[in-house]
């Protein structure tokens, strides 16, 4: 049966139609891949790439710069990682950036993540192989949460037991919680504590403004700073010493007169106890005390005689002049 013209027609519409989305669908994987511009070549050695396959992204500060070209097992411990990245990118891209495989979200693809540097680093250029930092794996971090769970609940066991004990009363923390009077007396022995820290401080305060004190020169310790005054301190001292031992020399002295006054030698001995020369000497002192007065009435009496009036009267007028 032949086709019509509107049967050529619609077939002749669904190629064009499918051939635009298959060119359309080859344009955007291949942009995605970078097969349409120019890239270069960049390389990291991992130790372990933890599933990364050829295709998958390379990003660089969460943008997407190229893609995985190709990863070669070097050795059991070395697996080297070409890149291919576009050729604008790489002026960004400094040599002391670090290359690191991850995820593209929980479960996604792994991916390239090129961590930017904190130096000041030239750029890279096409070949350049940049530092890389291997993440620990699934597998091993499974591993560690194992033996954190494991010992988690051993913690969690000996935790309950020491609890159990407590709410028991049974050891130090135990008889503190259930035992009433040793939580009294605890109490009181913790403010008398606090009382005796308080009192402690308040001595040491003291002693602190004692001891700044002392460098003051208005007491005692202070003057004694003074050079001046300790030379002074130091004359007096040997002063005093000299003193001492005069003193010493007259209190000898002083001894041996009343040693000899008591063994009756000496006038004084012989004045103290001669009885008769005491009454002498006090007759002679009546005598010449009466005298002293007979002779202060004659010369009163001459001062009014006409004869020796005028002398008298002369030595007055002289005595006159020379309180003057």
Known sequence: MEKTDAQKIRLGLFIIIGSIFF?????FVGNKQNMFGNT????????????????NNVRYAGIDIGTVKSIEMINDTTI?????????????IKKDAIATIG???????????????????????????????????????LK??????????LLTADLLKITNEINQGKGTVGVLLKDSLMSK????????????????????ANLNKMILS???????????????????????????????AEIDKVVTNLNATVVNIKDGKGALNYLSNDENLVK???????NLNDASTKLNENLEALKHNFLFRGYFRKQAKEKAKEEK
Do not use: C, W
Request: without cysteine.
């Open 23 to 27: 060119l359309t669908a080859i344009y």
């Open 40 to 55: 270069s070549i960049l390389k990291a050695v991992f130790e372990n790439v933890s599933g990364l396959q050829v295709g």
């Open 80 to 92: 080297n990682v070409v890149m291919s990245i576009d050729d604008k990118m790489l002026t960004h």
């Open 103 to 141: 995820s593209d979200g929980l479960v996604g693809n792994m991916i390239v993540n090129i961590i930017p540097g904190k130096g000041n680093a030239q750029p890279v250029i096409a070949g350049d192989v940049i530092q890389s930092y291997s993440r620990a794996s699934t597998d091993e971090m």
């Open 144 to 153: 560690t949460l194992d033996v954190t769970n494991k010992n988690a609940a």
């Open 185 to 204: 007396d605890l109490k009181e022995t913790i403010y008398n504590l606090k009382e005796t820290t308080h009192g402690t401080a308040e001595s040491v």
């Open 214 to 244: 002392l460098n003051q020169e208005d007491n005692v310790i202070g003057l004694l700073k003074n050079k001046d005054v300790a030379v002074k301190m130091k004359n007096i001292i040997t002063n005093l010493e000299k003193s001492s």
């Open 280 to 286: 002498k000497i006090d007759s002679t002192m009546t």
